[in-house]
């Protein structure tokens, strides 16, 4: 007898098979939960990593929304339309790159998945401002709605024109250089024989270059880590098993071309060569409200576009990895990984144009790498690179990167430790086991790249430790001594005590009982560290630095009178400014935001300080805090992972938020805050929930 029944339950299999393979058209939102602990952090725990994303958007809205809508605006190219005139160089720049279009077809380039994170992220954004339109400031509610490719266009902004290529494009060097410290310590060469890592960026403490901390839970994924702020995936991180940070390599992934003019055009190969133009119309906004027009001509020659023109030369610049497509792809993969070959397959995809990366695991590896997007150029050394190029000849145009396997890297040194503090790959660890000679002339200097002294201080203070704790590497973050004072102090001391002056003696008595450190009491800093400034290093050092002695070169004084002289300056200065030379570090170097006046500990990374904080003069005849230390997190990969953090200025930037500035007296009592990584710990400091759905 035939089953009635039959066709409907084909039917029923049938829809039910198509539900698994294709999902539904009106899918059900899944709940997502936001824990906010008690610093501002947001924890994520979502059902899908669609949702994950979703609410890392709405997350940066609730603490940075005016922020990040501000940062969109500007990577639109439209910052002028918006807030007026002056913004009018970040938008010709924009254009000039054309990051509206470029960004565009990256978005349309992304595969789905990825395409659907991105998507969820901005939905996030957007969902937030439609719930809380009172945190949207009116001059910012013209932003929305943001679209996906805002954010690319702000990633391109931020990493490529404002990192990459930032020396070539603007006119100046800018006032503060972006930093980092990064150190990973092997099993071998620790005393718990887990590895660990060190993440520290030293970056200016607002706008562009503001962090954002955050921990993100989906079914197999979970990371804790930073991520510039408006850009939607961890930049530093680590997970249960892995982590890796960034600092800033000097690497030439960008050239500046000096263009000839001629007959309207360029001479390229003894030929001249029409530009390519494009004609954009720019809205300025007025005092009155009222907008503008401004008409800008955007020249692009094979080079790459022109920036300048001068006296018959044209300036173009050319860019490695701005139209790098799978950026976010690449960070997921890395935050997701488990261990290193799958970390390194993320590596390999090379969609981040600079930054050094430094590694360490739960196996106990840890790894250097040169990272970013070198271009394969036919000849030339770094500072043939550095400096303008001839414009003239179609031979120093690149094509090519160079592939990942020619990068300097170090997997498990000898050494049991890998570091960078900005300079050249060639000291990653010590003894040195990278060889320049190996490697391309151009990919970096083959010298000691003298930023600061800090790379050295971070070696001398771990060479002669084996077995280095956790609480070890906790203290030598946080170790506020000077390098340039261990090295030149006693030789300085040496040379002006023969002074005849009473001031200098006195100066020299100062110095000579003073901790060489910059902690808040620190009586004697304040003086050296004038001194220092009113030096010129070519003056100073007798023996330059040398590849056989790389931690303690350069060394010595050349003339002692010339150093007699200058700490006399630095006494006078002193004085009238202080009316003691024994002032206190913390009573003139300050950390302040808003209504918080602390005082601060830490110093200018020139002079080697491993606690580096750029100041910069303040009310009062003080100074305050407004770069350097940033980020920290400092994370041991044991079972269960252990971390402590700490973000400088706090987690948000909303008017009113009681997080701006609630770091501030972590930084001052120089301590280091638990990084909330179980769910059980996090529900112990939650100052709110949050439950979205998508």
Known sequence: MKNPFLPIKIRILAACFFVLIFGTANAQ???????????????????TTAGMYYAFGWAQMHNHANLVLHLYGVARGRAAEY???????????????????????????????????????????????????????????????????????????????????????????????????????????????????MANPHLPWEGLYTFFEAHLNA??????????????????????????????????????????LKDNGYLLDGKVVSFETRDVILKVKQSDGTLKEQHLVCKYSKQGPVMGEKNGKAYAVRVAGLENPYFNEQYHKMAKATNFAQF???????????????????????????????PERSEGDFEFWKRKVDGTSSKYIWTKMLPYNTLPKVLNPPSGFVQNSNDAPWLCTYPMVLDPQKYPAYVSPDYWYVRDFREQRIINLIKD????????????????????????????????????????????????????????????????????????????????WSAEHPISTPSGIKNADYV????????????????????SWGSVFRFRIGNIDLPANGCFSLFGSYRAIGFRPDRNNKLKAVDGDSYVAITEFSKPVK???????????????????????????????????????????????????Y
Request: contains cysteine; aromatic residues 8%; hydrophobic residues 40%.
């Open 643 to 693: 971390a402590m953090v700490s973000l400088s200025y706090g987690n948000a930037s909303q008017k009113d938020s009681k997080h701006i500035g609630d770091q501030l007296k972590l930084m001052s009592d120089k301590k280091l805050r638990p990084a909330l990584l179980d769910k059980a710990d996090i529900l112990k400091n939650v100052e709110e929930k949050e439950e979205l759905e």
């Open 465 to 544: 430790n084996h077995a280095i704790t956790f609480d070890d590497l906790v203290g030598y973050k946080l170790n506020t001594g000077l390098e340039v004072a261990d090295r030149f102090l006693d030789d300085m001391l040496a040379a002006a005590s023969t002074s005849s002056d009473s001031l200098t003696r006195k100066a020299v008595d100062v110095l000579k009982v003073w901790d060489r450190h910059t902690d808040t009491a620190s009586r004697g800093a304040v003086l050296f560290v004038q001194c220092c400034f009113n030096m010129n290093p070519d003056s100073v050092f007798k023996n330059p």
């Open 29 to 47: 939102p899944q709940k997502t939960e936001i824990l906010w602990d008690n610093y501002g952090v947001p924890h994520i725990f979502s059902k």
């Open 219 to 260: 079914p197999g994924f979970n990371a804790y880590g930073a991520t510039l702020i408006g850009i939607p995936v961890l930049a530093i991180a680590f997970n249960d098993h892995l982590g890796w940070t960034h600092t800033v390599n000097p690497i030439n992934a960008s050239t500046r071309y000096e263009l000839t």
């Open 83 to 197: 807030w007026g005139k002056n913004n009018l160089r970040s938008d010709e720049i924009i254009n000039k790159f054309n990051l509206t279009q470029v960004s565009q077809k990256i978005y349309e380039q992304q595969h789905s998945e990825y395409k659907s994170y991105l998507d969820a992220f901005v939905q996030g954004i957007n969902d937030y401002a439609k719930a809380h339109p009172e945190a949207i400031d009116r001059q910012n509610q013209q932003i929305l709605p943001v679209v996906p490719a805002d954010v690319i266009a702000h990633t391109i902004n931020d990493i490529s024109l404002n990192f990459v290529a930032a020396g070539d494009i603007y006119d100046s060097i800018r006032e503060t250089i972006p930093g980092s410290n990064a150190l990973a310590i092997a099993a071998s060469r620790s005393a718990s024989k887990h590895a660990m890592l």
């Open 564 to 583: 007699a002289r200058k700490l006399n300056k630095a006494a006078t200065e002193v004085m009238k400014r202080y009316g003691t030379l024994d002032v």
């Open 344 to 374: 390194e397959s993320a590596e390999k995809m090379l969609q981040m144009s600079m930054f050094n990366v430094v590694y360490a695991d739960d196996k106990g590896n840890v790894m250097y790498l040169f990272g970013g997007n070198i």
